[in-house]
Structure formats: structure tokens, C-alpha cells
């Protein structure tokens, strides 16, 4: 069974709105939840982070939120940019870090 | 440059003939890690290593050997590859198994099996 779901397989956003990612998980333990980001041909990089004990994390761009009472996170980034187009994988830690399937964001020009 | 290397980066193999893909990193990570990638799937942990000679199965190890011989390599060993082995691999490597540091990973090796 799915610990980690992105239950949207692709996104597409307008060039400079806002594209917000979702992600939800089963397991109350995970500690650290995490968002990667892929393009073709190279593998995933740590984009955001945030801790279990915080709703939310910003850093630049990006910001994560996190509702433990619906387990649910969400990666925010402001504004989508061209270069923003990739695979990103939603994580969660507890004591392995554990990766959903994946949502392709498709910003659009 | 900080960074994990896979070779190589693409293979294309018959049924049955060993191979290995290497890893290695140059940041002093005691875990190391490899995922399989397959589309609709995500990323699938093979096998871990939390430091050298200490290694164990993720979700899906079957078909896979690994070693943990010295600190910085890791490498994938199919002794036997079968078709159903094509897929993506990425090794990753981090200072712990845990938190939210995240982890490094290779630009990846794309194994064919025919």
C-alpha cells in the first residue's frame, strides 16, 4: 500500500501563476517530508524540505506546507517559471525515506 | 565538485549476462542507496547501505546484489538480468538514512535487457 501518493500524474500552469503540487501520506510517524525535482536525463534533486513539527518552509520560490491533521503537503512555487517544468517527486522520512510516483508540471509559455 | 557518479550511463544487455553498474561518491556519506525508476511506478528502493559492509533490501530486491567494500563505491550487481530489469536505476547517497537533508543522487543508468 501506498504510504506516499501524488494522485495527480501531470500539471500544467501558465508562466508566472502559481503551481501548487499535492501530496498525501498515510503513516502519522514520518518526521521529515521532502520535495525532489527531476528533468530528463538526470537524476532527482532536493528541492524543499520541511519537519513534522512546522506547517511550513519557504526558501526562495518554493514553499511547502504541511497539515498533519489532513496528512497532506503541498509544494507552492511562485511564479512558475519555464525552467520549472520537470517530474517532482513528493518524500517522506521515517526511517527510510520513502518517494511517491511523481507529477509532471508543465509550464506553459 | 560534490557529487555521485554512476557508470554507465547507458546499457543495453542480453538475458542472462552478468553486469555490474558502478556508484561512487566523493562526500564522505556513510548511506548509499539505489532506486529503480519505471514509469507509473516512481522510484523503488533496491537496496541500502548504511556503511561499509553493512548492507539490506528495500522493496524490491529480488534479482540484485550489492557490495559495501569501501566507503565510497556501491555497486548494482545483476547476476542474471532478465527483461523485466529494463528500467531506470539512480544510486543516491546522504550523511544519514533519515531527516530532511535529502539525498544526493546519480544522473542515473538506463539498462536495457533484450
Known amino acids: 500500500d501506498q504510504q506516499v501518493k501524488q494522485n495527480s500524474p501531470s500539471l500544467s500552469v501558465q508562466e508566472g501563476r502559481i503551481s501548487i503540487l499535492n501530496c498525501d501520506y498515510t503513516?502519522?510517524?514520518?518526521?521529515?517530508f521532502l520535495w525532489y525535482k527531476k528533468y530528463p536525463a538526470e537524476g532527482p534533486t532536493f528541492l524543499i524540505s520541511i519537519s513534522s513539527i512546522k506547517d511550513k518552509n519557504e526558501d526562495g520560490r518554493f514553499t511547502v506546507f504541511l497539515n498533519k491533521s489532513a496528512k497532506h503537503l503541498s509544494l507552492h512555487i511562485v511564479p512558475s517559471q519555464p525552467g520549472d517544468s520537470a517530474v517532482y517527486f513528493c518524500a517522506a522520512s521515517d526511517d527510510k525515506i520513502i518517494f511517491g510516483k511523481g507529477t509532471r508540471l508543465h509550464i506553459l509559455p | 565538485e560534490a557529487q555521485v557518479t554512476q557508470n554507465p550511463r547507458y546499457l543495453i544487455t542480453v538475458t542472462g549476462k552478468k553486469l555490474t553498474v558502478t556508484c561512487s561518491q566523493n562526500?564522505?556519506?556513510?548511506?548509499m542507496s539505489w532506486y529503480r525508476q519505471d514509469p507509473g511506478l516512481g522510484l523503488r528502493q533496491i537496496y541500502y547501505?548504511?556503511?561499509?559492509?553493512?548492507?539490506d533490501k528495500g522493496d524490491v530486491p529480488e534479482g540484485y546484489k550489492v557490495s559495501r567494500k569501501e566507503k565510497r563505491n556501491f555497486p548494482l550487481i545483476l547476476e542474471s538480468p532478465s527483461p523485466n530489469q529494463t528500467s531506470l536505476y539512480f544510486c543516491?547517497?546522504?550523511?544519514?538514512?533519515?531527516?530532511?537533508?535529502?539525498?544526493?543522487f546519480g544522473s542515473g543508468t538506463r539498462l536495457t535487457v533484450v
Open positions: 547501505s548504511m556503511n561499509v559492509e553493512v548492507t
Open positions: 562526500m564522505n556519506h556513510e548511506y
Open positions: 503513516n502519522s510517524m514520518f518526521d521529515y
Open positions: 543516491a547517497s546522504s550523511f544519514s538514512r533519515l531527516g530532511g537533508n535529502g539525498y544526493t
